[in-house]
C-alpha cells in the first residue's frame, strides 16, 4: 500500500513543481518598451501619452525618465498607466532641463525612458523622443464676449465698434490672424497686439523689393508676435532696445500726445529710425535731426529753469556750462550733441531721449547708466563696494528728488551724470590703443577716470568716497598698492 501510495503521488509532486516553476517564470516582468509618443511637441504643463508593452497597472506605478542629449536624467511620476498606455504630466522642473540660448530656455528634444516593475532597455530613438518647449502662452480664444458686451470697458458695446478690445487692429482682422478681438494682449507678453503687428509688418519692409508697400504680417518667428508669449525680450531691428522697452517709449509718446495710429508708430521694433520719411524712390530715410531735438531743447528749458545750466566740479576754478564735459571753456559739437553717437545728424531710436532728461534710452536701458556697463567695459577695475540705482528711460526723475537723471548724481560724488557718461569725453584724448606705450599716454589721467557708480572716480576725495579704505579687497581707484598686490594701469583705464 505504501508502494502504491508513493507510486501515486510522485507524478502529482512533479507536477506541482513543474507548476510552480512555471509561475515563477510568468511573474518574472519584462522591461517596458515604448512604441508611440504623443504629442511630439509638446510643452511645460502638458500631458504626453506613451504607447508600448509591459507597463505596470495603476496611478503612479509608472516613472517616465526624460533626458536631453548631454543633461540629467529627470524621473517623473505617471498619474495614468495600464499595461500599454502611459499618461504622464510634463513638470515644471522640467523646465529647468531645457537649453538656454541668449539667456531664454528654448524648445529641447528629450529621450524618454520608462521605469515600471523594470527599467526599459534603452531611452527612445530620435522619433520616437519629444520636443519640449517653456510653458505656451494662453492659446488664442474666439471673441469672448456678445455682442452686447463691453470687451475692454470703454462704455461702447461691442456691435458699435470695429476694434472691440482697442488695440488698433479691426477685430476682423484679429480673427484673420488668429489674435483674439476681445484682448489687447493676446498673448500675455504686456505688448499689445496692434504694436507686435504693426512692428512685424516694418520689419518685413526691406525697402527695396517694394518700397513704400509693406508686406503682410508674417505670424511666425521671428518676427514681432502677437501670438509668441516669450519674444518680448527680443530685440528685433539690433537698436539696443528690447521690444518690450520700445513698446514703453511708445506708450510715453501716446501719454504725450502722439497719435495712436498704428500706421507709423513713433517707436517700432521694426526698425531703427521710427521716425523717417520717405525719398522719391518710396523708400525710409531717417528725418529726427539731433540739432533741434524737442526733447533736448525740453532739458535745456529745465536746465534754465532750475539752475543747472552751469556748473562748479570739484577742481574748477569758476563755473562753467554743464555741457563742457572736458572744461576746455568751449562747448564743441560732439559735447551738444552727445546723443547722436554715431554722429551722422539723425537719432536712432537707442539715441533719442523720450523723458527728456538728458540721457539717451538705450544709455538708460543697457549702456552707461547702468553698472552692468561699467564692469564689463572696464573689467580690470574693481567696482564699488555696493551698487547704486540705475535711471528709467521713461520717467524724467527716476529718484523722485526733483532733479532730472542727466542732471542728477547717482553717487553723490559732485559730478553730474552726464559729466560722467565717458572718459574719453572728459579726457578730449582720441580713442587710444591697448597697446599703448605707457610714456606716450596722459601722464594725468585721474580726471578723465569718471564712473557714474563710483563715489571715488574721479574725485577719490569726494564727499561721498569712504574716508577708511580696507586692505585687500578694495574697489577703484584702490585696487592697487598699497591696498592689494597688483595695480592697474589707470593709463588703460580712462580709455573708452
Known sequence: MTAALGALLTPAAAGAVTGHASASHKKKAKAPVVTAVSPLNAAVGETLTLRGRYFARGANKNSVVFKRDGGKAVFVKAGIGTAKLIKVAIP?????????????????????????????????????????????????????????????????????TTDDDADGLPDDLELRIGTDPCKFDSDGDKVSDGFEYRSAVDLNDDDYQSPDSSLPYPGKRPYPNPLDGTDATTDFDGDGLDMNVEYKLWQLTLKNGASSDLGQLSYSDGLKYSVYTRDANGRRIPALNAANYDKSNDFDSWLGQSGYTTVRLPGDTGPRSIYDVNRDGVISPSERYYLDRDGNGYLSDDERDEDADGLSNWDEVNGRMTS??????????????????????????SDGDGVRDGADDQDHDDFPNINELSRQKVTGRPFDSLTLDKALANPNPGYGRVNPFNPCLPDRDSRTCPTYIPFGSSWAPFDGPPYSAEGNDPNYLVLN
Not at 373 to 394: I, K, L, Q, S
Open 92 to 160: 515644471a522642473k522640467l523646465a529647468d532641463s531645457l537649453t538656454v540660448r541668449n539667456s531664454a530656455p528654448v524648445e529641447t528634444r528629450f529621450r524618454l525612458r520608462v521605469l515600471s516593475k523594470r527599467f526599459g532597455k534603452r531611452f527612445t530613438r530620435t522619433s520616437l523622443s519629444p520636443v519640449i518647449g517653456p510653458v505656451r502662452p494662453p492659446a488664442p480664444q474666439s471673441k469672448a464676449a456678445a455682442d452686447d458686451g463691453d470687451c475692454n470697458g470703454d462704455g461702447v458695446l461691442n456691435k458699435n
Open 372 to 397: 552692468a556697463y561699467w564692469g564689463a567695459r572696464y573689467n580690470r577695475e574693481t567696482p564699488f563696494r555696493f551698487t547704486y540705482a540705475g535711471t528709467d528711460p521713461v520717467d524724467v526723475d
